[in-house]
């Protein structure tokens, strides 16, 4: 308190010293009446090179101000305002300050009776003007020389520098996007450098990740003669920018004149090519159908449960070895055709396992037992059959009986029937576009059935000296993808690129399993996202982008003094709360970073705002081509009749393979239908 009192004793005696000097210069300006003793002191000081010009005054009471000011020491204010409180007084009060000199300079020689009037001018604009600046200038220390509030979401601390060049190879994927950074708007790119390393995109519904990143993957990919796998469960969003750029490309002769593009649709079949997931080649050991049943199983029950044995185990493993045993004995199977040709593995195909599995327990087990290397796996059934205990096979294998009869539909039958295409898209002889197209509507039936095609399809582009692939799967949680880990695992060596939308990892748990989405988001090395709104979600994301130093700043006020302290710590990079107000089109994202020569390695993280060519996209799409169709049934009638009649054979052949198979169990069931 000493201290602040002798500060203010001397504030106090300097702004004594700015009036005194204003005092005697308006005492040397003003033609007063003859003083007496004073006059010939007040001679002295006119002599004083100061006095010569009324300007030189000015200036030097300027001085003292501003040296008084810097002396201030006034408590500071949060609700400052530099406008009203500095610019606008100091403006008016210089104005009125150097005005009253110029009254001086300009007044008339001769002035009588009027004289004093500007006297009296002078001396009030004088006093006006220093008062004014005298405010003015202290209001200056009145000023928190901090950034308290000035950056209220903290968004300078949390910048930071980003890719702005592109860095392009011929598998990467490059997304033109806008930063902040130091203040500034910055054009920059995000180079998805290893696209193998697999790909999560995260985002709401409207967030824009189809937008920029979904439709940026196919448009790129296909320009760099990958074979495409894209999965529309929007049928035909997808497709048609997919289909577009086939055409566009083979034009270009930048892919083959030998790409095909295909579609799988089990809604409207004219537009699907005919696929059989469960050739006989696909199927070659035991081994390869119990990888197959697992698929199966594990789709119809999403992504299955996290528990760790028990019942329910045993009945789930019950359920993969009777499918195994199933699909086994149709790849197996010989005869002749229509032809009379001998064609092994004739009837191994999903409609005609489906109806062989909705024959009765005792047809279906005498036919399977006749394949001797078919007993072991079906050891558990064994006991049960013998004693006709078909309650006890009921509990076994009823789950999967009523789960996979829904996949038992005339299309499924129809479109799995027949084998018009290769699943091997990335065959260099024989490389293609496939679209897995799904609907809202009807997504829990065909999400089975379209998880069949994707789980063969991945086999077989999963293998070495193919081309390049590109496996894109948005709305991912609405496909079951069997062993998504163990591909993205072994895709970078393969050529095989993965994206996988979703919305939320809530949303991933429920279909997957909470161990599952745990694998998948562990696995994967490029993650993407735009808002997200699950606590979840955001807690994992805001711990994958890490934490960096951060400089905070406080301000304590108090009546004698203000103190700024100013510290660092480590802080979150990106926080959740950023993530789930990220609006439409702005992406945090960090990729994975290739091998690099160099002894700088960019840090490949990224908090921006996509910048699309919106023109160029505008002008695509309306050049865009009606997806073709493949087949035409003509009216719906005779569309379903073709249909049924479709189905019937199926059923017609099962019932002669029991016939030639098992014809006690065939006899019986004829006695009783109803029987198990």
Sequence with gaps: MDETREQQKLYSFMQGLVYFFLILEIIMYCDLPPLGFFDDILARIRAIPIYNNIFFSKLLILFLEILVSIGSRPQKQLDFNPYTQVALPLATGIIFFFSSALVIVFRPKDATAWYNWISILYIIMSFIGTILLNVGLDNISKQIRSNMLRDRWNNDNESFEQTSFINENPYSVNIPMRYYYKKKWHDGMINIVNSFRGTLLIGTPGSGKSFSVVNSYIRQHSAKG??????????PDLANIAFYNFLMNKKKGIIPESFEFNVINFNDIEYSRRVNPLRPEYLQTLADA????????????KGGNDSGGGSDQFFSQSAINFLASCLFYFSKYTRKDDDGNMIHGIWSDLPHVLAFMNRSYQEIFDVLFKERELESLLSPFRSAYNNSAFDQLEGQIGTLKISISRLA???SYWIFSGNDISLYISNPASPSYLII??????????SALNALVLNRLVRLVNTKHNLPCSIIID???????HKIDNLIATARSNKVSVLMGIQEKAQLVQQYGKTGADVIFSVVGNVISGSARSKDTLDWLQNFFGKVKQVKEGVSIADSKTTISINENMDYVIPGSKIANLRTGELVAQVAMDFSEGDDFPRYMYNCRTKMDMKKIKAEEKQYVKIPKVYTFGSIAEREAFLAANYNKIIQDIDLLIQEEAPEAYAKSKENPNGK
């Design 475 to 481: 709305e991912m949680p609405t496909i079951y993808f």
């Design 290 to 301: 119990i990888e197959t049943a697992t698929a199966v199983v594990e789709s119809l029950k």
């Design 226 to 235: 990958f074979a495409l796998m894209v999965y529309d469960f929007k049928f």
């Design 409 to 411: 539909t005339k299309e």
């Design 437 to 446: 197209a799904n609907s809202p509507a009807t997504q829990d039936i065909n």
